[in-house]
């Protein structure tokens, strides 16, 4: 039998930016000298990988504009039909690629591909999100129910409605796992986590876990900025004021902006914003100036605080910065962890219902003003430069294939 590298193959949901670069920022730093790193996604805008030296291997994804509808009208991404397709369509990429280990995000059929197969599945997910995160509650995301209800209705029904919410959007995916012979999931957020392995690209100081299994395991934050060029701010920017880095990625709600644009060309600031892509042309005031994409991470450390959606990407890339965040979060995803930075006093929450001009306006001078939000930024960026993802990474790989490198579990194996 000849030896040959152990085949790693990272498959991506590409739904949000995030999901995809996140997954290639590790891919891109795994050593090929001793593995054979193998990427797969669905379509998403080519600057998610520029620079990474992957090339993709094409794997079907619902349409990204129609889930994030979904998203924002509060239904479930995935009907059985989907599923089915997306489990055998990884089947297919399984048995081409012959993989010896898999790492999805997102990918909720890998849990039930990788096991007809027999392959190890890692799973990459935020700690926020995991049935074992310490949590007092559950945020109420913007779900169309709250404009009609008002936020402090729709709370009070929320935890009674959240079982029955949870078991809804889990119920394609264990109808699949039925027809294919698996158990159920257990619910949402233990569907969320499904694999051999699960890795939080989290520190435990932000994202606290009780009672967590031995094949869990915190990464650290996974750092991602595209390859874009500073952009020059030119001489309408007055140097003694503070900037401000603003981005909506490409999930937050558009809606939001113009309350944004508003507080902030009220305020002695200047402001980057940064599109992802999503739109060319926008009203803004002279003190904001717009790119598609900029160098995400140069900026945060430049600004005094910067705007998100909420999500983990952006945040934790200003965090990392020591800076504070001003989240705007409309899904339950980014609602979670917004709760995690506001818990740590690292920044502001406004619910993306609720982003006036005032309202927004009243924040932005907090997080201008407030030394403890710095120091709370600070604290977390310590937190976040002790845990070095990519030697976290290799180390895993190390204690999952290093021992069989001389001795791959496909070399002669069957398909079936």
């Known amino acids: 039998m000849l030896s040959r590298r152990p085949r790693i193959l990272f498959v991506s949901e590409a739904i949000t930016l995030a999901q995809v670069v996140r997954l290639a920022a590790l891919a891109t730093r795994v050593d090929r ?17 520029l620079g990474s030296g992957l090339d993709p291997l094409p794997l079907f994804t619902i349409d990204r504009k129609r889930a994030l509808a979904k998203i924002d009208r509060g239904e479930r991404l995935y009907e059985t039909a989907v599923l089915e397709r997306y489990v055998d369509e990884e089947l297919e990429l399984f048995d081409r690629v012959r993989p010896d280990l898999v790492i999805g995000d997102f990918r909720l059929s890998l ?26 509650s559950f945020p109420v995301p913007d779900h169309p129910i709250v404009s009609l209800l008002g936020v402090e209705r729709a709370a009070r029904y929320w935890p009674k409605a959240l079982p029955v919410a949870f078991a809804h959007f889990v119920a394609p995916l264990d109808s699949v796992r039925k027809r294919r012979g698996l158990a159920p999931s257990g619910g949402l957020l233990e569907a969320l986590v499904d694999g051999d392995f699960t890795l939080y690209p989290d520190v435990p100081e932000l994202c ?14 996974i750092p991602w900025s595209p390859h874009a060029a500073m952009p020059e701010l030119g001489p309408r920017f007055r140097e003694d004021r503070p900037l401000v880095y603003v981005t909506i990625g490409s999930s937050g709600r558009y809606a ?41 991470s140069i900026l945060a450390q430049k600004a005094s605080f910067v705007v998100t959606n909420g999500g983990a990407s952006t945040s934790y890339q200003a965090l990392a910065e020591g800076k504070p965040v ?12 917004m709760t995690a930075i506001e818990r740590a006093s690292a920044g502001r929450l406004v ?14 001078t907090e997080l201008l003003e407030s030394e403890a939000l710095r120091e709370g930024a600070r604290t977390v960026a310590a937190a976040f430069a002790r845990a070095d993802c990519h030697e976290r990474f290799q180390s895993w790989l190390e204690e999952m294939l ?15």
């Open 33 to 49: 000298q001793r593995y054979d790193v193998h990427f797969a996604c669905g379509p998403f805008d080519e600057v998610a990988l």
């Open 111 to 136: 849990a039930v591909s990788a096991r007809l197969r027999r392959i190890p599945l890692a799973t990459l997910i935020n700690a926020y999100m995991s049935p074992f995160a310490e949590r007092e």
């Open 208 to 221: 606290p876990t009780r009672n967590l299994p031995a094949n869990h395991r915190y990464l650290g934050p």
């Open 256 to 296: 939001a902006l113009s309350g944004v644009l508003q507080a902030i060309g009220e305020l002695p600031v200047n402001a980057v914003l940064a599109t992802a892509g999503r739109f060319e042309q926008i009203d803004t005031p002279p003190n904001v100036h717009v790119v598609p994409f900029a160098p995400g």
């Open 326 to 337: 001003l989240g705007i979060p409309s899904n339950l995803d980014q609602y979670m962890a």
């Open 351 to 364: 619910r993306s219902g609720g982003a006036t001009p005032s309202a927004l306006r009243a924040a932005f």
């Open 402 to 416: 290093g021992k069989n490198e001389r001795n791959p579990r496909h070399e002669n194996a069957s398909p079936n």
